[in-house]
């Protein structure tokens, strides 16, 4: 099966084979022509999986159909996210997809952390708008952005989006879109069960949940560790050492605790980046580019950059603080093993964690043998 039978306009399919995609994933199959006949949708599949492109492809379809109209500060589509480094993620698959098109269809990233001047003066002109809610909300506020014409909504991640701590933004953003509109809901963690917002934001939607198989799953190697924090540090440095691990993401609980696991590593050698809420967005960036390129060997992180981020055949996740929710486990384990590559996501835990561990398996219908690290051989 390829993307022939979704009936895209040749030029978009040209560009779907540039970037190397061949057959359409099973959110793909289902959602794409959900999305081009213009009705609601959840669409549940696992991470990696391809969401993006489920509903990138249609509203680009669409757009090519309709008439553009003139040049303004009135994004026709907007897509939601939860990071600033998704926003560039998700804008980059727009833009791969939308070059060479008969009509020239413009996406923008916008979000905090950087100047908005310079995003006030792009968005004139822009179809698409990728953003992060506390930036669109500015952005309106001093009436860079008109989103009374969107005709079309997406939430990525969208339980994250629906969640406590974008409530208000959310609510607000919500209110400033036209009634008539198309919405899209993608997330790998989403409950079938709609309530509240959720519910309000959906008309008569078409739901698909893409289960997964068992050869999935099992694409996710899990493994885990049995340690004291005190040993934390020594363990990594020695599964990274004799595994050869050279790209890891490394997850802690805290931005404070990411820095101090970085600057460790770096001191024995083994170069690493922290990345969090509390750096700078050009650190952020420039700390995630290089990784993703394979030029720089362990990039620590914390839940922010948990969500969404794609990173090409990433072999190694390891959690070294254990994550408080079992969706922040999925979301985490889930940046490897991504399009049908293996990967393996280690877990250190301590032995007051070993219930909190096990709830979080049961939660995965996955099991592991623990590694008693007491038991290993290396250096403290
Ligand atoms: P999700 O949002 O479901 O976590 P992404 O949309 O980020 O997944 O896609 C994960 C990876 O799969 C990306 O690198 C993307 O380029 C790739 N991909 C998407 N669709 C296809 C396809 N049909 N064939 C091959 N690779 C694909
Ligand atoms: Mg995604």
Do not use: C, W
């Amino acid at each position: 099966m390829s993307f022939v039978k979704f009936n895209l306009h040749p030029s978009l399919l040209a560009n779907t084979t540039a970037q190397g995609y061949e057959t359409p994933t099973p959110i793909q199959s289902q959602a794409i022509p959900v999305v081009i006949e213009g009705r609601d949708l959840l669409g549940i599949a696992k991470t990696g999986s391809g969401k993006t492109a489920s509903f990138v492809l249609p509203i680009l379809n669409q757009l090519l159909a309709r008439p553009l109209g003139e040049k303004s500060r009135q994004p026709k589509v907007l897509v939601l996210v939860p990071t600033r480094e998704l926003a560039v993620q998700v804008t980059e698959v727009f833009k791969d997809l939308s070059i060479n098109l008969p009509k020239s269809i413009k996406s923008m990233a916008v979000y905090g952390g950087v100047s908005i001047n310079p995003q006030m003066k792009s968005i004139y002109g822009i179809d698409i708008l990728i953003a992060t809610p506390g930036r669109l909300l500015d952005l309106q506020r001093s009436s860079a952005v008109d989103l009374s014409k969107v005709k079309s909504l997406v939430l990525d991640e969208a339980d994250k989006m629906l969640n406590l701590g974008f409530k208000e933004e959310m609510q607000e953003i919500i209110e400033l879109l036209p009634k008539k509109r198309q919405n899209m809901l993608f997330s790998a963690t989403l409950s079938e069960q709609l309530s509240g917002i959720n519910r309000l934001l959906l008309s008569d939607p078409t739901v698909i949940e893409i289960k997964e198989k068992v050869d999935d799953v099992e694409l996710i190697n899990l493994s885990g560790y049995f340690v004291s924090d005190g040993r934390k540090g020594p363990l990594l440095r020695h599964l990274i050492r004799e595994q050869n691990m050279q790209q890891v993401l490394v997850f802690t609980s805290s931005g404070i605790k990411a820095d101090k696991v970085a600057a460790k590593l770096t001191k024995n050698g083994i170069p690493a980046l922290p990345i969090h809420g509390k750096k700078s967005q050009s650190a952020r960036l420039s700390a995630l580019e290089k990784f993703k390129a394979g030029k720089l060997q362990v990039l620590v992180a914390t839940d922010l950059i948990s969500r969404g981020i794609d990173i090409s055949e990433l072999p190694y996740v390891i959690n070294y603080e254990l994550p408080r929710s079992p969706k922040d486990f999925v979301h985490r384990v889930g940046r490897t093993g991504r399009a049908s590559s293996e990967g393996l996501a280690i877990t250190f835990v301590t032995r007051e964690e070993t219930h909190h561990f096990k709830v979080i398996l049961k939660k995965m219908k996955r099991y592991i043998d623990m590694v008693d690290s007491e038991e290993m051989d290396f250096k403290p």
